[in-house]
DNA sequence: CCTGAGCCATTTGTATACAATAAGTGGGTC
DNA sequence: GACCCACTTATTGTATACAAATGGCTCAGG
Protein backbone atom coordinates (compact mmCIF):
# COMPACT_ATOMS: atom_id res chain seq x y z
CA UNK A 1 0.00 0.00 0.00
CA UNK A 2 2.63 2.19 1.00
CA UNK A 3 4.51 1.17 -2.71
CA UNK A 4 1.17 2.21 -4.01
CA UNK A 5 0.96 5.09 -2.71
CA UNK A 6 -2.23 4.85 -0.90
CA UNK A 7 -0.55 5.46 2.13
CA UNK A 8 0.81 9.04 1.64
CA UNK A 9 4.26 9.90 3.48
CA UNK A 10 3.72 10.98 6.89
CA UNK A 11 0.33 9.49 7.83
CA UNK A 12 -0.51 7.78 10.89
CA UNK A 13 -0.92 4.10 10.72
CA UNK A 14 -2.63 2.41 13.45
CA UNK A 15 -2.46 -0.78 13.74
CA UNK A 16 -5.74 -1.69 14.51
CA UNK A 17 -7.10 0.66 11.52
CA UNK A 18 -4.87 -1.48 9.19
CA UNK A 19 -6.21 -4.83 10.89
CA UNK A 20 -9.53 -3.67 10.01
CA UNK A 21 -8.76 -2.90 6.43
CA UNK A 22 -6.62 -6.18 5.71
CA UNK A 23 -9.65 -8.06 7.75
CA UNK A 24 -6.76 -9.48 10.10
CA UNK A 25 -5.64 -9.06 13.61
CA UNK A 26 -3.53 -6.93 15.01
CA UNK A 27 -0.78 -9.23 15.88
CA UNK A 28 0.24 -10.57 11.92
CA UNK A 29 -0.24 -5.92 11.10
CA UNK A 30 2.45 -5.89 14.13
CA UNK A 31 5.08 -8.14 12.71
CA UNK A 32 4.38 -6.57 9.29
CA UNK A 33 5.10 -2.92 10.81
CA UNK A 34 7.91 -4.39 12.66
CA UNK A 35 9.90 -5.67 9.49
CA UNK A 36 8.84 -2.07 7.39
CA UNK A 37 10.60 -0.53 10.23
CA UNK A 38 13.56 -2.51 9.61
CA UNK A 39 13.30 -1.43 5.63
CA UNK A 40 12.84 1.70 6.72
CA UNK A 41 9.93 2.51 4.98
CA UNK A 42 8.00 3.30 8.52
CA UNK A 43 10.00 5.48 11.46
CA UNK A 44 8.33 5.10 14.78
CA UNK A 45 7.57 8.08 17.31
CA UNK A 46 9.08 7.98 20.40
CA UNK A 47 6.15 6.58 21.62
CA UNK A 48 6.42 3.94 19.22
CA UNK A 49 3.77 5.17 16.95
CA UNK A 50 3.91 4.68 13.22
CA UNK A 51 3.97 6.66 10.60
CA UNK A 52 4.62 6.18 6.65
CA UNK A 53 8.62 7.19 5.89
CA UNK A 54 9.12 10.62 4.65
CA UNK A 55 12.08 10.79 1.73
CA UNK A 56 13.62 14.25 1.70
CA UNK A 57 16.16 14.78 -1.32
CA UNK A 58 18.81 14.41 1.00
CA UNK A 59 17.42 10.66 1.94
CA UNK A 60 16.65 9.64 -1.82
CA UNK A 61 20.87 10.64 -2.58
CA UNK A 62 21.91 8.75 0.30
CA UNK A 63 20.21 5.54 -0.50
CA UNK A 64 21.09 5.85 -3.73
CA UNK A 65 24.81 6.02 -2.66
CA UNK A 66 24.43 3.18 -0.28
CA UNK A 67 22.92 1.41 -3.05
CA UNK A 68 25.50 2.23 -5.59
CA UNK A 69 28.40 1.08 -3.07
CA UNK A 70 27.08 -2.35 -1.83
CA UNK A 71 25.67 -3.31 -5.08
CA UNK A 72 28.84 -2.95 -6.76
CA UNK A 73 30.38 -4.76 -4.20
CA UNK A 74 28.06 -7.98 -4.74
CA UNK A 75 29.13 -7.51 -8.56
CA UNK A 76 32.97 -7.46 -7.41
CA UNK A 77 32.47 -10.56 -5.27
CA UNK A 78 30.23 -11.93 -8.23
CA UNK A 79 32.57 -12.04 -10.87
CA UNK A 80 34.84 -14.87 -9.19
CA UNK A 81 31.99 -16.88 -7.90
CA UNK A 82 29.30 -17.32 -10.57
CA UNK A 83 28.84 -20.14 -12.39
CA UNK A 84 27.84 -21.23 -15.93
CA UNK A 85 24.16 -21.57 -14.66
CA UNK A 86 23.88 -18.23 -12.89
CA UNK A 87 25.66 -16.66 -16.00
CA UNK A 88 23.26 -17.84 -18.34
CA UNK A 89 20.09 -16.86 -16.33
CA UNK A 90 21.53 -13.31 -16.43
CA UNK A 91 21.30 -13.41 -20.39
CA UNK A 92 18.22 -14.84 -20.27
CA UNK A 93 16.64 -12.39 -18.18
CA UNK A 94 18.38 -8.90 -19.95
CA UNK A 95 17.12 -11.19 -23.35
CA UNK A 96 13.44 -10.71 -21.70
CA UNK A 97 14.66 -6.93 -20.97
CA UNK A 98 15.25 -6.70 -24.35
CA UNK A 99 11.90 -8.32 -25.45
CA UNK A 100 10.24 -6.35 -23.15
CA UNK A 101 11.35 -2.64 -24.22
CA UNK A 102 11.28 -3.65 -28.25
CA UNK A 103 7.64 -2.96 -28.37
CA UNK A 104 5.95 0.22 -29.28
CA UNK A 105 5.16 0.63 -25.81
CA UNK A 106 7.25 -0.78 -23.80
CA UNK A 107 6.07 -3.69 -20.80
CA UNK A 108 7.06 -1.74 -18.04
CA UNK A 109 6.38 -4.96 -15.31
CA UNK A 110 7.86 -6.92 -17.78
CA UNK A 111 11.14 -4.83 -17.38
CA UNK A 112 10.91 -4.44 -14.04
CA UNK A 113 10.53 -8.18 -12.76
CA UNK A 114 13.50 -9.32 -15.39
CA UNK A 115 15.66 -5.99 -13.79
CA UNK A 116 14.84 -7.73 -10.30
CA UNK A 117 15.95 -10.68 -11.01
CA UNK A 118 18.57 -10.18 -13.18
CA UNK A 119 20.32 -7.96 -10.13
CA UNK A 120 19.09 -10.87 -7.67
CA UNK A 121 20.71 -13.41 -9.47
CA UNK A 122 24.03 -10.94 -9.11
CA UNK A 123 23.33 -10.71 -5.54
CA UNK A 124 23.45 -14.83 -5.31
CA UNK A 125 25.96 -15.05 -7.56
CA UNK A 126 27.95 -12.93 -4.68
CA UNK A 127 27.27 -15.23 -2.22
CA UNK A 128 26.91 -13.39 1.01
CA UNK A 129 24.18 -13.52 3.09
CA UNK A 130 24.60 -10.26 5.22
CA UNK A 131 25.47 -7.74 1.66
CA UNK A 132 21.93 -9.75 0.75
CA UNK A 133 20.28 -8.94 4.00
CA UNK A 134 21.35 -5.23 3.74
CA UNK A 135 20.82 -4.27 -0.25
CA UNK A 136 17.07 -5.57 0.72
CA UNK A 137 16.45 -2.79 2.70
CA UNK A 138 17.75 -0.27 0.09
CA UNK A 139 15.99 -1.65 -3.00
CA UNK A 140 12.79 -1.75 -1.52
CA UNK A 141 12.30 1.50 -1.46
CA UNK A 142 8.96 3.17 -2.84
CA UNK A 143 11.80 5.37 -4.52
CA UNK A 144 13.45 3.30 -6.45
CA UNK A 145 10.62 0.98 -7.33
CA UNK A 146 8.83 3.99 -9.31
CA UNK A 147 11.68 5.43 -10.99
CA UNK A 148 11.66 3.17 -13.69
CA UNK A 149 7.50 3.87 -13.94
CA UNK A 150 8.89 6.85 -15.55
CA UNK A 151 11.85 5.51 -17.42
CA UNK A 152 11.56 6.67 -21.04
CA UNK A 153 13.00 4.83 -24.19
CA UNK A 154 16.26 5.78 -24.24
CA UNK A 155 16.58 5.15 -20.33
CA UNK A 156 15.37 1.29 -21.29
CA UNK A 157 17.67 0.78 -23.91
CA UNK A 158 20.53 2.15 -21.81
CA UNK A 159 19.95 -0.15 -19.36
CA UNK A 160 19.49 -3.38 -21.22
CA UNK A 161 23.22 -1.87 -22.59
CA UNK A 162 24.55 -1.34 -19.58
CA UNK A 163 23.66 -5.31 -18.21
CA UNK A 164 25.07 -6.60 -21.54
CA UNK A 165 28.52 -4.51 -20.23
CA UNK A 166 27.87 -6.58 -16.99
CA UNK A 167 27.57 -10.17 -18.80
CA UNK A 168 30.48 -9.33 -20.80
CA UNK A 169 32.40 -8.72 -16.95
CA UNK A 170 30.90 -11.73 -15.72
CA UNK A 171 32.25 -13.95 -18.65
CA UNK A 172 35.56 -12.31 -18.35
CA UNK A 173 35.82 -12.86 -14.57
CA UNK A 174 36.81 -9.41 -14.31
CA UNK A 175 35.96 -7.87 -10.64
CA UNK A 176 36.59 -4.79 -11.06
CA UNK A 177 35.32 -3.93 -14.58
CA UNK A 178 31.85 -5.71 -13.12
CA UNK A 179 32.30 -3.21 -9.94
CA UNK A 180 32.37 -0.14 -12.44
CA UNK A 181 30.06 -0.56 -14.48
CA UNK A 182 27.37 -1.21 -11.77
CA UNK A 183 28.51 1.51 -9.76
CA UNK A 184 27.87 3.96 -12.88
CA UNK A 185 24.45 1.39 -13.46
CA UNK A 186 22.93 2.83 -10.71
CA UNK A 187 24.51 6.17 -10.75
CA UNK A 188 22.78 6.44 -14.27
CA UNK A 189 19.47 5.14 -12.66
CA UNK A 190 19.67 8.05 -9.40
CA UNK A 191 19.92 10.67 -12.63
CA UNK A 192 17.19 9.04 -14.13
CA UNK A 193 15.29 9.25 -11.37
CA UNK A 194 16.10 12.71 -10.43
CA UNK A 195 14.86 13.67 -13.71
CA UNK A 196 11.58 11.98 -13.80
CA UNK A 197 10.63 13.60 -10.08
CA UNK A 198 11.53 17.11 -11.56
CA UNK A 199 9.19 16.39 -14.08
CA UNK A 200 6.66 15.16 -11.17
CA UNK A 201 7.06 17.97 -9.33
CA UNK A 202 6.73 20.11 -12.28
CA UNK A 203 2.95 18.30 -13.02
CA UNK A 204 2.14 18.83 -9.30
CA UNK A 205 2.31 22.67 -9.96
CA UNK B 1 22.12 -14.60 26.16
CA UNK B 2 23.78 -15.37 22.02
CA UNK B 3 26.32 -12.79 22.94
CA UNK B 4 27.52 -14.45 26.67
CA UNK B 5 27.92 -17.61 24.98
CA UNK B 6 24.42 -19.04 26.77
CA UNK B 7 22.58 -20.26 24.11
CA UNK B 8 25.23 -21.94 21.94
CA UNK B 9 25.43 -21.56 18.50
CA UNK B 10 22.66 -23.99 16.14
CA UNK B 11 20.70 -24.36 19.18
CA UNK B 12 17.45 -23.87 19.04
CA UNK B 13 14.89 -21.24 20.30
CA UNK B 14 11.61 -22.26 21.43
CA UNK B 15 9.51 -18.89 21.80
CA UNK B 16 7.62 -20.55 24.47
CA UNK B 17 11.11 -21.59 26.29
CA UNK B 18 12.44 -18.44 26.28
CA UNK B 19 9.52 -16.80 27.16
CA UNK B 20 9.17 -19.01 30.63
CA UNK B 21 13.41 -17.98 31.10
CA UNK B 22 12.60 -14.41 30.90
CA UNK B 23 9.65 -14.83 32.33
CA UNK B 24 7.36 -12.85 29.74
CA UNK B 25 4.66 -13.97 27.28
CA UNK B 26 5.37 -15.09 23.69
CA UNK B 27 4.76 -12.18 22.63
CA UNK B 28 7.45 -9.92 23.63
CA UNK B 29 9.79 -13.09 22.85
CA UNK B 30 7.97 -13.29 19.28
CA UNK B 31 9.03 -9.53 18.85
CA UNK B 32 12.95 -9.85 19.61
CA UNK B 33 13.36 -12.81 17.56
CA UNK B 34 12.54 -10.90 14.49
CA UNK B 35 14.78 -8.10 15.63
CA UNK B 36 17.45 -10.83 16.12
CA UNK B 37 17.05 -11.97 12.92
CA UNK B 38 16.90 -8.50 11.55
CA UNK B 39 19.94 -8.46 12.90
CA UNK B 40 21.39 -12.03 11.26
CA UNK B 41 21.79 -13.61 15.42
CA UNK B 42 19.30 -15.64 14.19
CA UNK B 43 18.43 -17.58 11.48
CA UNK B 44 15.22 -19.43 10.82
CA UNK B 45 14.21 -22.79 9.19
CA UNK B 46 12.24 -23.23 6.50
CA UNK B 47 9.09 -23.86 8.77
CA UNK B 48 9.98 -20.34 10.23
CA UNK B 49 11.82 -22.60 13.40
CA UNK B 50 14.44 -20.19 15.42
CA UNK B 51 18.01 -21.19 15.78
CA UNK B 52 21.24 -19.19 17.24
CA UNK B 53 22.88 -18.30 13.39
CA UNK B 54 26.75 -20.00 13.28
CA UNK B 55 29.32 -18.18 12.29
CA UNK B 56 31.43 -19.73 9.26
CA UNK B 57 34.85 -18.81 9.05
CA UNK B 58 33.82 -17.07 4.96
CA UNK B 59 30.71 -15.06 6.99
CA UNK B 60 33.12 -13.68 9.60
CA UNK B 61 35.49 -12.79 6.69
CA UNK B 62 32.37 -11.29 5.29
CA UNK B 63 31.10 -9.60 7.71
CA UNK B 64 34.04 -7.50 8.46
CA UNK B 65 34.68 -6.63 4.67
CA UNK B 66 31.80 -5.49 4.50
CA UNK B 67 31.48 -3.21 8.31
CA UNK B 68 35.22 -1.64 6.54
CA UNK B 69 33.34 -0.55 3.99
CA UNK B 70 30.60 0.87 5.51
CA UNK B 71 32.38 2.54 8.23
CA UNK B 72 34.96 3.81 5.69
CA UNK B 73 31.98 5.35 4.18
CA UNK B 74 30.49 6.71 7.62
CA UNK B 75 34.21 8.21 8.35
CA UNK B 76 34.34 9.81 4.45
CA UNK B 77 31.25 11.42 5.40
CA UNK B 78 31.72 12.52 8.49
CA UNK B 79 35.36 14.37 7.42
CA UNK B 80 33.03 17.10 5.72
CA UNK B 81 30.07 17.48 7.84
CA UNK B 82 31.25 16.75 11.95
CA UNK B 83 30.90 19.55 14.26
CA UNK B 84 32.97 20.64 16.64
CA UNK B 85 30.89 19.06 19.68
CA UNK B 86 31.34 15.92 18.38
CA UNK B 87 35.07 16.19 17.36
CA UNK B 88 35.42 17.38 21.02
CA UNK B 89 33.76 14.28 22.08
CA UNK B 90 35.93 11.96 19.82
CA UNK B 91 38.64 13.39 21.70
CA UNK B 92 37.38 12.70 25.20
CA UNK B 93 35.89 9.17 24.52
CA UNK B 94 39.84 8.05 22.66
CA UNK B 95 41.01 9.77 26.09
CA UNK B 96 38.94 7.29 27.68
CA UNK B 97 40.23 4.59 26.13
CA UNK B 98 43.73 5.77 26.72
CA UNK B 99 42.99 6.09 30.54
CA UNK B 100 41.52 2.74 30.43
CA UNK B 101 44.40 0.52 28.63
CA UNK B 102 47.22 2.45 30.43
CA UNK B 103 46.75 0.43 34.07
CA UNK B 104 48.73 -2.96 34.37
CA UNK B 105 45.48 -4.73 33.71
CA UNK B 106 43.55 -3.30 31.35
CA UNK B 107 39.84 -1.86 31.67
CA UNK B 108 38.33 -3.89 28.66
CA UNK B 109 34.91 -3.10 29.19
CA UNK B 110 35.28 0.65 29.61
CA UNK B 111 38.00 0.54 26.59
CA UNK B 112 35.29 -1.06 24.96
CA UNK B 113 32.53 1.44 26.18
CA UNK B 114 34.64 4.58 25.04
CA UNK B 115 35.32 2.51 21.64
CA UNK B 116 31.54 2.12 21.44
CA UNK B 117 30.48 5.72 21.48
CA UNK B 118 33.79 7.08 19.49
CA UNK B 119 32.43 4.50 16.03
CA UNK B 120 28.76 5.49 17.21
CA UNK B 121 29.63 9.85 16.85
CA UNK B 122 31.13 8.57 13.36
CA UNK B 123 27.94 7.40 12.07
CA UNK B 124 25.98 10.31 13.45
CA UNK B 125 28.47 12.69 12.33
CA UNK B 126 28.09 11.26 9.06
CA UNK B 127 24.14 11.88 9.12
CA UNK B 128 22.98 9.28 7.17
CA UNK B 129 20.18 7.22 8.99
CA UNK B 130 20.45 4.44 6.33
CA UNK B 131 23.96 4.05 7.10
CA UNK B 132 23.58 3.59 10.54
CA UNK B 133 20.79 1.32 10.44
CA UNK B 134 22.82 -0.83 7.84
CA UNK B 135 25.86 -1.12 10.39
CA UNK B 136 24.13 -1.58 13.31
CA UNK B 137 23.46 -5.08 11.58
CA UNK B 138 27.22 -5.22 11.42
CA UNK B 139 28.38 -4.07 14.49
CA UNK B 140 25.99 -6.54 16.91
CA UNK B 141 27.68 -9.70 16.07
CA UNK B 142 28.93 -12.34 18.60
CA UNK B 143 31.94 -12.36 16.90
CA UNK B 144 32.63 -8.75 16.69
CA UNK B 145 32.13 -7.72 20.20
CA UNK B 146 33.76 -10.78 21.80
CA UNK B 147 37.20 -10.06 20.14
CA UNK B 148 38.10 -7.20 22.10
CA UNK B 149 38.42 -9.26 24.68
CA UNK B 150 40.97 -11.46 23.58
CA UNK B 151 42.95 -7.88 22.58
CA UNK B 152 46.51 -8.24 24.33
CA UNK B 153 48.34 -4.38 25.38
CA UNK B 154 49.50 -3.73 21.69
CA UNK B 155 46.27 -3.96 19.84
CA UNK B 156 44.97 -1.74 22.30
CA UNK B 157 47.44 0.73 22.02
CA UNK B 158 47.28 0.49 18.21
CA UNK B 159 43.45 1.12 18.12
CA UNK B 160 44.09 4.17 20.14
CA UNK B 161 46.73 5.21 18.30
CA UNK B 162 44.42 4.72 15.19
CA UNK B 163 41.56 6.40 16.59
CA UNK B 164 43.90 9.35 17.02
CA UNK B 165 44.52 9.41 13.87
CA UNK B 166 40.86 9.69 12.48
CA UNK B 167 40.48 12.55 14.88
CA UNK B 168 43.43 14.14 12.89
CA UNK B 169 42.10 13.27 9.58
CA UNK B 170 38.46 14.58 11.04
CA UNK B 171 40.09 18.25 12.24
CA UNK B 172 41.56 18.45 8.76
CA UNK B 173 38.19 17.45 6.91
CA UNK B 174 40.06 15.07 4.62
CA UNK B 175 37.91 12.82 3.64
CA UNK B 176 39.88 10.60 1.64
CA UNK B 177 42.83 10.13 4.81
CA UNK B 178 39.29 9.72 7.50
CA UNK B 179 37.74 6.56 5.04
CA UNK B 180 41.81 4.83 4.13
CA UNK B 181 42.48 4.89 8.09
CA UNK B 182 39.10 4.00 9.24
CA UNK B 183 39.33 0.95 6.59
CA UNK B 184 43.04 -0.07 7.78
CA UNK B 185 41.57 -0.15 11.61
CA UNK B 186 38.24 -2.28 10.86
CA UNK B 187 40.96 -4.84 8.80
CA UNK B 188 43.78 -4.92 11.83
CA UNK B 189 40.57 -5.60 14.40
CA UNK B 190 39.74 -8.45 11.43
CA UNK B 191 43.03 -10.22 12.03
CA UNK B 192 43.29 -9.40 15.69
CA UNK B 193 40.04 -11.31 15.95
CA UNK B 194 41.68 -14.05 13.56
CA UNK B 195 44.86 -14.09 15.92
CA UNK B 196 42.37 -14.37 19.07
CA UNK B 197 40.50 -16.69 17.13
CA UNK B 198 43.46 -18.99 16.40
CA UNK B 199 44.60 -18.91 19.93
CA UNK B 200 40.91 -20.19 21.43
CA UNK B 201 40.87 -22.63 18.47
CA UNK B 202 44.17 -24.52 20.28
CA UNK B 203 42.99 -23.95 23.81
CA UNK B 204 39.69 -25.99 22.79
CA UNK B 205 42.24 -28.74 21.56
C1' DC C 1 17.24 -54.25 9.13
C1' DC C 2 15.28 -50.75 6.48
C1' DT C 3 11.21 -48.10 4.84
C1' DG C 4 7.06 -45.70 5.03
C1' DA C 5 2.67 -44.29 6.96
C1' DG C 6 0.07 -42.59 10.61
C1' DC C 7 -0.22 -40.58 15.03
C1' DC C 8 1.35 -37.62 18.75
C1' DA C 9 4.17 -33.82 20.46
C1' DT C 10 6.22 -29.56 19.63
C1' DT C 11 6.26 -25.17 17.69
C1' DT C 12 4.67 -21.27 15.41
C1' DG C 13 0.63 -18.24 13.55
C1' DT C 14 -3.43 -15.70 14.70
C1' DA C 15 -7.17 -13.78 17.38
C1' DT C 16 -8.75 -11.48 21.32
C1' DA C 17 -8.80 -9.32 25.92
C1' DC C 18 -6.89 -6.41 29.09
C1' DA C 19 -3.25 -3.13 30.88
C1' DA C 20 -0.35 0.84 30.34
C1' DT C 21 0.82 4.94 28.25
C1' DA C 22 0.54 8.92 25.33
C1' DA C 23 -2.33 12.26 22.90
C1' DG C 24 -6.11 15.14 22.55
C1' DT C 25 -9.88 17.92 24.95
C1' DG C 26 -12.40 20.61 27.91
C1' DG C 27 -12.96 23.38 31.92
C1' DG C 28 -11.30 26.14 35.45
C1' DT C 29 -8.28 29.69 37.31
C1' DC C 30 -5.16 33.44 37.25
C1' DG D 1 -7.23 35.45 26.94
C1' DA D 2 -3.62 32.18 28.17
C1' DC D 3 -2.09 28.44 30.75
C1' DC D 4 -2.42 24.39 33.46
C1' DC D 5 -4.67 20.37 35.24
C1' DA D 6 -7.83 16.61 35.02
C1' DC D 7 -10.26 13.62 32.17
C1' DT D 8 -11.43 11.12 28.10
C1' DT D 9 -9.90 8.82 24.07
C1' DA D 10 -6.67 6.65 21.07
C1' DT D 11 -2.86 3.62 20.54
C1' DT D 12 0.46 0.42 21.68
C1' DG D 13 2.36 -3.45 24.94
C1' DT D 14 1.49 -7.83 26.96
C1' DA D 15 -0.85 -12.06 28.20
C1' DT D 16 -3.45 -15.94 26.96
C1' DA D 17 -6.16 -19.18 24.17
C1' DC D 18 -6.78 -21.66 20.23
C1' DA D 19 -5.70 -23.12 15.31
C1' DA D 20 -2.49 -24.76 11.96
C1' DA D 21 1.56 -26.78 10.55
C1' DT D 22 5.69 -29.14 11.13
C1' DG D 23 8.85 -32.81 13.27
C1' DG D 24 9.66 -36.83 15.27
C1' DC D 25 8.39 -41.28 16.85
C1' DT D 26 6.29 -45.71 16.76
C1' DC D 27 4.80 -49.60 14.58
C1' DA D 28 3.61 -52.40 10.68
C1' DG D 29 5.27 -54.32 6.43
C1' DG D 30 8.66 -55.76 3.18
Same mark, same amino acid.
Given at each position: ??????????????????????? !???? /?????????????????????????????????????????????????????????????????????????????? /????????????????? !?????? /????????????? /? !???????????????????????????????????????????????????????????????
Amino acid at each position: MILAGELPPGSQLSEEALALRCA !VSRT /PVRDALRRLEADLLIRRSESQRSFVADWSDDDIEDAFELRAMLEAQAARRAASRINAAQLEALRVHNHGIETAIAADL /PDISTFLEHNRAFHEII !VEAAGS /PRLASLLTRLIEQ /P !VVWRTAQNYDRENLHRSHREHEELVAAFARRDAGWAASIMTGHIRRAYYAYLDAYAVQRQAAE
